[in-house]
């Protein structure tokens, strides 16, 4: 069965400071991977994925993520965080031949910003 | 667009009651999914449907009823509410083809049930 580890629960960094959150994942097959974003009182709204190709992907406000298959990892990075991404991040993974392509997600991180 | 939709936006309901929380997509997706969100536990999936007509179990079925008559609507039913059906409610579609893996979600329904 497919898993996904979110190691920490709470991350707070100052502004302008770099950002990681790591995500390690369980998954049989060859892994799609996922980071989504929620913020207070919102649905999830998706920074980037990895399907194939190159393992440092790209994503939306500046968020990168780098897949490492011999990790199991799918690490989200941002080199300067603003205030406004205080908020919830999920890592999920799915696959190829999943029935459904159903995600299975991590329990999520929550990131505090300091001024 | 809309995108994807959810209706309603809060509900409180007494053990035993039921409910119906529907879900719409205006994007011609092919599979839609309900999942739960409680603190600590990310999302679960509840049930999922991969077109019009069809559904499936999800991780967390039980206690749970879906239906998708339409392409655009996905129903998630509860018969008998009980306290531990307390929780966030998300829909989320996507589409086939090669992107069929990424999912769009809706805003969420809070459902608390005393």
């Known amino acids: 069965a497919q898993s996904v580890t979110q190691p920490d629960i709470h991350i707070t960094v100052s502004e302008g400071a770099s950002l990681e959150l790591r995500c390690n994942y369980s998954?049989?097959?060859?892994?799609?991977l996922f980071w989504y974003v929620q913020s207070p009182g919102q649905g999830l709204q998706l920074l980037l994925k990895?399907?194939?190709?190159?393992?440092l992907v790209q994503g939306i406000k500046g968020f990168e993520a780098e897949f490492k298959r011999s990790q199991s990892s799918f690490n989200l990075r941002k080199p300067s965080v603003h205030w406004s991404d205080a908020a919830e991040y999920f890592c999920a993974v799915g696959g190829v031949g999943n029935a459904g392509n159903m995600l299975t997600f991590g329990g999520g991180t929550r990131l505090m910003v300091k001024p | 667009n809309a995108g994807v939709t959810q209706t309603p936006k809060f509900r409180v309901l007494k053990t035993g009651q039921s409910m119906t929380l529907l879900c719409a997509q205006d994007m011609n997706h092919e599979y839609m999914y309900w999942y739960r969100q409680d603190p600590g536990m990310g999302l679960r999936l509840i049930h999922y449907s991969v077109g019009e007509g069809t559904t499936a179990k999800g991780e967390v079925p039980d206690g749970y009823n879906v239906s998708r008559l339409k392409k655009q609507n996905f129903l998630l039913g509860l018969e008998s509410a009980a306290p531990s059906q307390t929780s966030v409610y998300f829909c989320a579609s996507s589409p086939g083809g090669l992107n069929q893996e990424t999912q769009y979600f809706g805003p969420g329904t809070r459902l608390l049930v005393l």
């Open positions: 990895y399907f194939s190709g190159d393992t």
């Open positions: 998954y049989g097959a060859t892994p799609y």
